[in-house]
């Protein structure tokens, strides 16, 4: 059982909030940085040839990446199930650390030679298991401060900060770009920057939750907290639900952010100034709209935004991205990019408080980061590649129809599963 803490006042939810959304920004601040600096690093980590082929190899170990997310999710679910949220997000943010440290000071390809790749992969391997542990943990975190009639808002800040993280990265990306280096030396040692600074970011972080209280008291009598057996035992139609609910939402969420700053360049021919310019703007836009669509599913429930992402989502994807393609227009691309982000929002603003609803604590963080950092593995993770893999072999139009497929996959799940703002395990243990 739990204790959500009813006697406290909505000031000690927010600084709640901000302390566990602070880390879940830079995480994934540090994350999205080796994203958004692929476009300038590649030549550094791997020999000199093909443009498209370099970003193939950055975006290779963006996806292996991925891999240890999984495995980040069960450790650091079990963790917070077990010893506390307040343990496993502190120690995630510290990893984060340590990888974005490794990247800054991992020297080029001329100079060590194959160690140069070797060393990056290493750093995204820790990167991967740290941001693996900090979903599972943070949309916990934050669905259980919350109170039951504003649960869809304040979980949608997870979403917020995580969107805000890429906001960071990009945000000082154009600093770099306009203000303070050239393109030369962005090429050659100024993408180290971000990495640092990301180093710097989380080590604050740190301090901060050192001192955050718990969301809830674990009952320490219950032996099966953690337990990916009883999870799988108890829960197993849950399991497949979060792994059906992250499927068509993950795959278009990183398409349409971390993939498209690179997609506006090679595809639509945008130079790398625009294309960050035009990324940053929509992210500032779509973070800001992240509440709104939570406060939604408090007032009309979780479902009807879930059925409206799916079905828009099979819809258009297709004519969207073709139309981007296709489209010479800076003013064009931004509006069709946000049109996109508008019906992916009925997924990511809700999407942590719906997997949250799903489990009782003592396997909450585990139900909700292993099955979906799995999925994020097999399908987010994989975006990039695929996306990049398509184009290479010219048939690109093919990953606009794989992109829908998925959505539509999704959306069969978002028909069958019931609302759980109405049946909520959470509001189960406070009764």
Known sequence: MTDQHPAHNTAWRLKAIITGSAGNLVEWYDWYAYSTFALYFAPAFFPEGNPTVQLLNTAAIFAVGFLMRPIGGWLFGRIADRTGRKAAMTLSVLLMSLGSLMITFTPSYRSIGLLSPVFLLLARLLQGLSVGGEYGTSATYLSEIATKEKRGFFSSFQYVTLIGGQLVSLGIQLLLQKVFLTPEQLHSWGWRIPFFIGALLALIVLYMRRNMEESVKLDDKKTERGSVAVLLKKHPRAVLTVVGLTLGGTLAFYTYTTYMQKFLVNTVHLSKEQS??????????????????????????????????????????????????HTTSAVAAFFLILAALIIVSGYTAINAVV?????????????????????????????????????????????YWYITGCIFISLIVYVAVRDTRRTSYIDRENM
């Open 276 to 325: 960050t310019l035009i990324v940053f703007m929509l992210m500032l836009i779509y973070a800001g709209i992240q509440p709104l669509f939570g406060w939604i599913s408090d007032k009309y429930g979780r479902k009807p935004l879930l059925i409206g992402f799916g079905v828009l989502g099979t819809l258009f994807t297709v004519p969207i991205l073709t139309t981007l393609s």
């Open 355 to 399: 997997k949250a609803e799903l489990f009782p604590a003592e396997v909450r963080a585990l139900g909700v980061g292993l099955p979906y950092a799995l999925t994020v593995a097999l399908f987010g993770g994989t975006a990039e590649y695929i996306a990049l893999y398509f184009k290479n072999i010219g048939h690109e139009s093919l990953y």
